[in-house]
């Protein structure tokens, strides 16, 4: 093929302006690319290890509270147990520790129900704990009577706290008789104040 010098200008020009169009395009397409997928790519590593992050700090912080609560809980219940069985405690020690009788009999007065229960519900908390209960008489009658009848009395008391749940093992019921007087006169108030049961720990 015969090229004229115009011709042959035109078409080195013409390849030469082809050649940097593809080199420019693609360098170019390539670099936003790349740029696009590189950022891309970066964000979205960002977006997981944030979401990651979250989701592990997240449920640190459930395990944790978790843990406080049930902490919270067991010791709320121990402490109330403690309150409680506090309070059953005190509860006995500020009742009633002398029971009296009528004369010569050996039935435990109404009067006498509630603190005993407040003692039962001690002994009951308490298995290891035991109880002495004293039977006493006052003067009049023979020594062997009022033995038996500060034992009858003893029992009385006994029986109650049995009846209320407390083991026969943790009372020991003893008689005194009329050994043991806590007035020393004749008059009836002085007599009564002797027919009594003593409670003691």
Do not use: W
């Amino acid at each position: 093929m015969d090229f004229t010098p115009f011709k042959k200008i035109a078409l080195v020009t013409l390849s030469a302006a082809v050649l940097a169009a593809c080199e420019s395009t693609p360098t170019n397409t390539g670099t936003e690319t790349a740029g696009t997928t590189t950022g891309t790519s970066s964000q979205a590593e960002t977006q997981n290890t944030g979401s990651t992050t979250s989701t592990a700090t997240s449920g640190t912080s459930g395990a944790v509270s978790g843990q406080s609560v049930s902490g919270q809980t067991v010791e709320s219940g121990a402490e109330y147990a403690n309150a409680e069985a506090n309070a059953v405690k005190e509860a006995a020690m500020n009742a009633l520790t002398v029971f009296y009788f009528d004369f010569d009999k050996s039935e435990v007065r109404p009067a006498a129900l509630n603190a005993l229960k407040a003692h039962a519900a001690y002994l009951k908390a308490n298995d290891s704990a035991k109880v002495n209960l004293a039977g006493h008489a006052d003067e009049r009658g023979t020594r062997e009577y009022n033995l038996a009848l500060g034992e009858r009395r003893g029992k009385a008391v006994a029986r109650v706290l049995m009846a209320e749940g407390v083991a026969s093992s943790q009372i020991e019921v003893i008689s005194y008789g009329e050994e043991k007087p806590v007035a020393f006169g004749k008059s009836d108030s002085d007599l009564a104040k002797n027919r009594r049961v003593e409670l003691s720990y």
